[in-house]
């Protein structure tokens, strides 16, 4: 059944204009809005939204997160403590991720879904890892994201790290997806992915009309690796093999880049991710988009799910980094939906929608926008949630799902894996 989002004022995520309007929500993939003068919509067959007072605005995205990392929050801490980043990888998330099995793979998704929606995310781009779980994972996430009803862009994290089993898996895991199913072509980072690999990949990702979700220079051990074993940087390989030349290709990070390789990414057709709060999380260094382009939208790598928290702890990591101003910090927020249009990309369409309960103590409009955007608007003013024309957050709960099921499902998996750790 279509909505109808009554009393609302609507802001036009791209022109910034505030609307006072009834907006009709079509109900499907795709679906469209249109905006009515208050009380001249026709309400019969519709489900009516009473959103007085209230302001309504296009959901959001993520461009690079981890449903596998959800069940560490907390978790007993390395037998080895990490000394950098490699560690980090050896002794964290490489240790967790081997341990995921099916069911936790589905808690992880459930968690994490709803943690989207809640927070106005309807449409994510998943970066996915589990070496010994590889088989059906990809279906598995995707069916228990359509149960909360959070849209998705999925793909398996292929690496040669487990051996040569693992990343035939990884490869059949993706292909067999691929065929029926909107995807990317998943490599962890360049550091554990061979030439041989890397090929596959890209000609999997060329022949499905897909492209690759791949790490890159996120810490300098990336770039150490490419120029010791292959005598050249990490662009300048992901160049020659093609990478940088599909449009729906994503490089996550982009930190360690000389001249040259931004001159590459500045012309390519490929598009990059920013993970600010994992950067600082990891002391990996800050990203830069000096000489980069425009192609840039923000991720949370798996951190946490709050698009509006990444906006802010990226504009005020920029603020010395990379002097952005807030309209370009706004510009890559919403750059997630000018990937999946350009792209031909289901999920996030029109009719993806969130609405603010945002009180606030000054004037609100379209020549203030930003600023309200970069000190004000916050999750927390989540009120409802549409997703494809389907309300599936109402009154800042799951309407498809029970959330206290989902956390009591995901606490038990988490004990299961942490014993499993041990
Ligand atoms: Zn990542």
Redo the contacts with the bound molecule.
């Keep these: 059944m279509n909505l109808l989002l009554k009393n609302a004022t609507y802001i036009d995520w791209k022109t910034l204009s505030f609307t006072e309007a009834d907006i009709l929500v079509q109900e499907g993939n795709n679906g469209k809005i249109k905006l009515y003068y208050p009380g001249e919509a026709d309400e019969s067959n519709v489900e009516i939204v009473d959103c007085y007072g209230k302001y309504v605005t296009k959901a959001f995205g993520n461009g ?1 997160h ?1 449903v596998y990392s959800t069940l560490s929050r907390g978790m007993p801490a390395p037998p080895h403590i990490p000394q950098n980043f490699h560690e980090k990888l050896q002794y964290v998330w490489w240790r967790l991720d081997k341990a995921l099995d099916l069911e936790m793979i589905k808690a992880s998704a459930l968690f994490t879904a709803m943690e989207c929606a809640k927070n106005g995310v309807t449409f994510v781009i998943d ?1 996915h890892a589990s070496p010994f779980a590889v088989e059906d994972s990809l279906e598995t996430i995707a069916q228990t994201f359509e149960k909360v009803g959070v849209s998705h862009l999925l793909c398996y994290e292929i690496s040669d790290r487990d051996g040569e089993k693992v990343t035939k898996a990884g490869l059949e895991e993706t292909h067999s997806y691929l065929k029926n199913h909107q995807c990317l072509m998943g490599l962890h980072a360049s550091f554990t992915i061979n030439d041989k690999t890397l090929k596959s990949a890209v000609d999997l990702a060329e022949k499905h009309n897909s492209g690759i979700h791949i ?1 890159v220079a996120e810490d300098r051990i990336d770039q150490k690796d490419s120029i010791e074993k292959y005598g050249y940087r990490v662009i300048n390989r992901l160049k020659k093999f093609g990478v940088t030349d599909l449009p729906k290709s994503i490089l ?2 982009c930190i360690h880049l000389n001249d040259e390789e931004r001159n590459i990414l500045k012309n390519a057709e490929s598009w990059i991710a920013v ?1 600010t709060e ?1 950067n600082l999380n990891n002391n990996v260094g800050q990203f830069s988009s000096a000489r980069l382009g425009d192609n840039i939208m923000l ?1 949370t ?2 951190m946490h799910s709050d698009m509006l928290r990444a906006a802010k702890s990226t504009y005020f990591n920029c603020l010395r980094i990379d002097k952005t101003s807030p309209d370009k910090l706004y510009a890559r927020f919403r750059n997630i939906h000018n990937y999946t249009y350009q792209n031909g990309i289901n999920g996030d369409g029109e009719n993806n929608l969130v609405v603010l309960d945002y009180p606030t103590p000054t004037n609100f409009n379209a020549d203030n926008f930003i600023g309200h955007f970069v000190y004000g608007l916050e999750s927390k003013h989540v009120q409802h949630v549409i997703s494809n024309g389907v309300l599936i957050v109402r009154e800042k709960k799951l309407t498809k799902m029970d959330e206290n099921e989902i956390l009591e499902n995901s606490r038990e998996m988490g004990n299961k894996l942490w014993g499993k750790l041990d």
């Design positions: 690079h981890h970066h790490h996550v990070h993970n994992s991720g790598d798996g």
